[in-house]
């Protein structure tokens, strides 16, 4: 006949149990914020060959979207770039300019010190981006503020690249629910020209 568990060894298994739970929840529900960006090789097998850039080495000029004071819409900028090597090296570029702020008077949309630390471009029509930190730490508080830089950012890519149905925005590699409680920022967006003042 099992002799009854003394007093000494319930309280043991009960607090091992809670252990284990506590670090089951932790695992399952903790790491939702800490999903790194897939590595640049799996990435690159998403996208296959990368197809030849026409008139790789010389300027293109691409498309540019930066919010207006006056009306609170962004607005369209013409910009000229190095075009390629691949689709995705390039559109970095393109994004680099977005960080550099406009030329005509227009608002910027990224703070000045954000970096585009790498984009990949996926066969099924996502882009992901990975900006550096800046882009939540230095960002302006406000849902227009956050409405802008997020679809400045998705319309510039999609209106640019016509394989880019949806954008994932990143920052220093990790998924982020939005940059301040806006827009959510963990699933890939679509480009919305509603935000814009004259239709692309």
């Known amino acids: ?6 007093r000494t060894q319930v309280i043991t298994l009960a607090s091992l149990f809670i252990v284990i739970v506590v670090l089951a929840l932790a695992f399952f529900l903790g790491g939702r914020e800490e999903r790194v960006v897939p590595p640049s090789s ?7 060959p990368a197809p030849a850039v026409e008139g790789e080495g010389q300027k293109k000029t691409v498309t540019l979207f930066f919010a207006s004071e006056a009306d609170g819409l962004l607005h369209l900028e013409e910009r000229e770039v190095e075009a390629g090597p691949t ?3 390039e559109a970095g570029r393109v994004l680099d300019e977005l960080v550099k702020g406009s030329r005509v008077g227009n608002l910027a949309v990224l703070p000045p010190d954000t970096r585009v630390r790498q984009v990949y471009f996926t066969r099924d029509g996502i882009a992901y981006v990975d900006f ?3 882009l939540s730490a230095d960002h302006p508080s406000g849902s227009e503020a956050e409405l802008a830089t997020v679809f400045a950012v998705v319309n510039t890519l999609a209106y640019n690249y016509k394989d880019v149905k949806r954008v994932f925005i990143l920052i220093d590699g990790t998924e982020r629910e939005s940059l301040g409680g806006h827009v959510r920022l963990d699933r890939a967006l679509f480009p919305n020209y509603s935000l814009v003042a004259q239709q692309p």
């Open 132 to 134: 550096s930190g800046e």
């Open 1 to 6: 006949m099992k002799q009854p568990l003394t």
């Open 42 to 48: 799996v990435l690159k097998d998403l996208e296959g």
């Open 87 to 89: 689709p995705a090296q």
